[in-house]
């Protein structure tokens, strides 16, 4: 059934936009970035069939029937730590006594609708939506916890809509260039970085005022973002020039681009800064590890059938890469890469399609949705344990600070799914908006 083949690729692309690697709290934390924002576009220049629901906006380059959806980040929802994000949520201070845990609110965008749903972690309830923007898609949060940043691309335009986490209202959007494909956020909070894929820029917005600076000029379609974790460099990813650029962070200024593989699609970097390691999707199937020192790119590791998506375990020891596949000849696949050699392991079969990723603080797990499972891996030995059923078309996963719970979003079921890690059992699925397409989680 070539047409249904074809759906379902589609829909996994779709997917890949917004799942990028989401390992954990302090994995994906501002201040010790170890891989690339977890929500990134998949805007790549592959032969599509034309829309048959809705129709596509000029320029953008979206795939398969799906309604236009919105890293990924991957890696992929961005999470980070505060306490400022509490029952303040509907006007109420959290009660003194209440613990970490309780406070801890996961936020899911939903393309179709424009809007952000609140989920209380503690009680796995939605809270009231709050409007975004037309078509909101990529996520990010400040350090401190204390902004919410998602961008909406929009006909001939773009904005990145900021939201305080204190009240859970949107500000006034900010305007960026085209088609804003991934946020990323320095260590110290004070400027997020946009990419804008149909613009071919970056635009830096300072945090404290919510205003756009002058926007840096990158390479053909610009999909994802990465900054190092001591904030001095952003690396960009350019879909359509096969180069990542880095970006002086104290001055804006572009140095030299780095020539990767085809299509680089996801970045993920090392928790001491060294290496910057760049998925090449398109039958590429290759990483890239980049060294930051010099901006030098190293020899392509071979990983597996179009890689997607990338995360690093906390520990640094162990890159894990994520093969689309081609349904149903070529299965998806994980790639584990040793960072010290930067040898790659024998692929671990998840069977169906992925491209998102994320892995439990403790480094112990790598959960892998795929279609409408998510499949554990134990790092420990690289083995695949039994399939958790979540339904739906797996778009977008995150972890909460504590490990215990990984959410997923099912952006044809409307809902997410928790999923207890201690026992690897799904729950309750909870409804939130029409196509839930990313998750960030913010204590």
Same mark, same amino acid.
Do not use: C
């Given at each position: ?71 990924? =980040? ?30 801890? #609110? ?9 809007? %952000? ?5 503690? !009680?796995?309830?939605?809270?009231? +939506? ?24 929009? &006909? ?10 204190? !009240? ?14 991934? /946020? ?24 404290? =005022? ?20 001591? *904030? ?12 990542? !650029? ?11 681009? /780095? ?54 375990? +906390?520990? *640094? ?9 081609? &349904? ?38 790598? &959960? ?5 499972? %998510?499949?554990? #891996? ?5 083995? +695949? ?55 960030? /989680?913010?204590?």
């Amino acid at each position: 059934m070539p047409d249904l083949n074809d759906e379902l690729r589609d829909l996994a692309d779709e997917a890949a936009r917004h799942a990028r690697p989401l390992p954990v709290a302090d994995v994906i934390r501002q201040g010790d970035r170890r891989h690339q924002p977890a929500v990134t576009l998949w805007p790549l220049r592959r032969a599509r069939k034309p829309r048959r629901a809705t129709q596509a906006r000029p320029g953008r380059r979206w795939p398969g029937w799906v309604a236009p959806l919105a890293a990924a =980040a991957a890696v992929i929802a961005v999470v980070a730590g505060t306490a400022a994000v509490s029952s303040a949520i509907h006007g109420r201070r959290a009660a003194a006594g209440a613990s970490p845990a309780d406070r801890v #609110i996961a936020y899911v965008v939903d393309s179709e609708s424009g809007t %952000v749903t609140p989920i209380r972690t503690a !009680t796995n309830t939605p809270l009231p +939506p709050i409007n975004t923007g037309d078509n909101s898609d990529t996520i990010a949060i400040t350090p401190d916890g204390k902004t919410v940043y998602v961008a909406n691309y929009v &006909y001939r335009g773009g904005t990145v809509t900021p939201i305080r986490t204190a !009240t859970n209202t949107a500000l006034r959007p900010i305007k960026t260039g085209r088609t804003p494909a991934a /946020i990323a956020i320095t260590p110290d909070g004070k400027t997020a970085y946009v990419a804008n894929f149909d613009s071919g820029t970056v635009t830096p917005i300072r945090t404290a =005022a919510n205003t756009a600076l002058p926007p840096i000029k990158t390479g053909s379609d610009p999909v994802t973002i990465a900054i190092t974790p001591d *904030g001095k460099t952003a690396y960009v990813a350019n879909n359509g020039s096969g180069t990542v !650029t880095p970006i002086r962070t104290a001055t804006n200024k572009a140095l030299r681009p /780095i020539k990767v593989g085809p299509h680089p699609d996801a970045i993920a970097i090392t928790p001491d800064g060294g290496t910057v390691y760049v998925a090449n999707d398109i039958h590429a199937g290759t990483v890239t590890p980049i060294r930051t020192a010099t901006n030098k790119a190293l020899p392509p590791i071979k990983t597996g059938y179009d890689s997607a998506a990338i995360a690093i375990t +906390p520990d *640094g020891k162990t890159a894990y890469v994520v093969n689309l596949g081609l &349904y149903p000849k070529i299965p998806g696949t994980v790639t584990p890469i040793q960072t010290a050699t930067n040898t790659a392991l024998p692929p671990i079969n998840i069977g169906g399609l992925s491209a998102n990723i994320a892995i439990t603080p403790d480094g112990k797990t790598v &959960y892998v949705p795929a279609g409408g499972v %998510v499949t554990p #891996i134990r790092t420990a030995t690289n083995t +695949p344990l039994p399939p958790i059923n979540v339904g739906g078309i797996s778009a977008g996963i995150a972890i909460t600070p504590d490990g215990k719970t990984a959410y997923v979003a099912n952006m044809l079921s409307g809902k997410v799914t928790p999923i207890r890690t201690a026992t690897n059992t799904p729950l309750p699925p909870i409804k939130t908006g029409l196509r839930p397409i990313a998750i960030a /989680i913010a204590p």
